[in-house]
C-alpha cells in the first residue's frame, strides 16, 4: 500500500486525542502516502492535535466548530488558500448530551435532539459541500456511524436517530457528487474505547457482548477502522459510493448466536 496515496491531500475531521477513531484512520492514510491536515474543537484539543499531527508529517492544524457556520467556512477558506483543492474529507464527528445517552430515547429534549442532529448530521452536509466544490479532479467522503442506526442498542438513543439520518444523508449526497467523480460513503464501526464513547451507558458491557457475539470473537481495532477507510477513501474503491461498510468483526450479520447443545 506503500505509495496508495501518493499526492494525494485531505482533512481529517474529529482528532482528539491517540485513541480517536481519525487517528486509526490518519495513520493508515499517512502510511500510505497521503498529505493530511487536521481540525480540531477548541484550543483545549489543539495542545493534543498539534504533536499528532506533527507525527504524520502536518503542520496544517485548523480550528473548526461545526456547529457554527462562520467557523467552518473559515476552515474552507484556509484549505483552499493553501492547498486549492481536495481528492478526500473524513469526518469523524458526534455529540449528544450525555445525560441522554442513558435512560430512555422516549425522554430526549426538543433541545438535544437539534443539537444532536446539527453537530452529529447536518455537520456531514456541511462540510462535503464545501469539500466537494474544492474536489476538481474527483474525490471520496467518509463519515463514521453505527449499528444504532439500525437496530436499537442499549443507551444509544437519540444517537441512533441521529446516525439513521447520517446514513441517508451519504445516499443522498452520493447522488449529488457522484456525476463529479466524488464519491460518498460511511464506516459503521464496531464500539472501540474513545473519548466520545465513554459517554455511553454501560459502554463496557457493551463492547464485552460484541466481542462474545461477533463471528469474528473479538472487537475491532482503531487500525481495523483506518485500513478499510484507506480503501474506501484511495482508488481501490473507485467503484463503491453511497455505501455503509461494516467494520465490525461481522457483528451486524447475526441474528442469534448458536450453542452448541440447546437443552431445549
Ligand atoms: P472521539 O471523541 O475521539 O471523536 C469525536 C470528535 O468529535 C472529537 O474530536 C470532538 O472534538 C469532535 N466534535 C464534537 N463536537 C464537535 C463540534 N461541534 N465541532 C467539531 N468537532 C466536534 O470519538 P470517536 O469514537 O473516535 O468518534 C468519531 C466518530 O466515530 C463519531 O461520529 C462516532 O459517533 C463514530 N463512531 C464511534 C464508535 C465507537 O465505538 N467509538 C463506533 C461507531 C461510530
Not at 481519525?22 to 491536515?37: D, F, N, T
Not at 485500513?227 to 450479520?253: F, K, P, R
Request: include cysteine; aromatic fraction near 8%; hydrophobic fraction near 45%.
Amino acid at each position: 500500500i506503500t505509495g496508495l496515496m501518493a499526492g494525494k491531500r485531505g482533512l481529517i475531521m474529529g482528532l482528539a486525542n491517540d485513541k480517536s477513531i481519525a487517528w486509526g484512520i490518519a495513520k493508515a492514510l499517512s502510511a500510505a502516502g497521503a498529505e493530511l491536515a487536521f481540525s480540531y474543537l477548541g484550543d483545549a484539543l489543539k495542545r493534543r492535535v498539534d504533536p499528532l499531527a506533527a507525527q504524520l508529517g502536518s503542520d496544517l492544524v485548523l480550528p473548526c466548530d461545526v456547529g457554527d457556520e462562520a467557523s467552518v467556512d473559515a476552515l474552507f477558506d484556509t484549505l483552499q488558500q493553501k492547498w486549492g483543492r481536495l481528492d478526500f474529507i473524513v469526518h469523524a464527528i458526534g455529540f449528544s448530551d450525555k445525560d441522554q445517552l442513558r435512560g430512555r430515547y422516549a425522554d430526549t429534549t426538543r433541545d438535544n435532539f437539534l443539537m444532536t442532529m446539527d453537530i452529529s448530521v447536518y455537520s456531514f452536509t456541511a462540510v462535503a459541500r464545501r469539500a466537494a466544490a474544492m474536489m476538481t479532479d474527483g474525490g471520496s467522503i467518509l463519515t463514521l456511524t453505527y449499528y444504532g442506526a439500525e437496530r436499537v442498542m442499549p443507551h444509544y438513543n437519540v444517537m441512533g436517530v441521529a446516525k439513521a439520518a447520517l446514513e441517508a444523508s451519504v445516499r443522498y449526497l452520493a447522488e449529488d457528487f457522484g456525476k463529479d467523480g466524488i464519491r460518498v460513503n460511511a464506516i459503521s464501526a464496531g464500539p472501540i474505547k474513545t473519548l466520545a464513547a465513554s459517554g455511553i451507558g454501560d459502554f463496557r458491557y457493551i463492547m464485552k457482548w460484541n466481542e462474545l457475539n461477533s463471528p469474528l470473537r473479538r472487537n475491532v481495532t482503531q487500525d481495523d477502522v483506518g485500513n478499510s477507510a484507506l480503501y474506501l477513501l484511495s482508488d481501490l474503491g473507485a467503484g463503491v459510493t453511497g455505501e455503509v461498510h461494516h467494520v465490525d468483526a461481522g457483528y451486524h450479520v447475526v441474528g442469534m448466536k448458536a450453542v452448541d447443545a440447546p437443552d431445549i
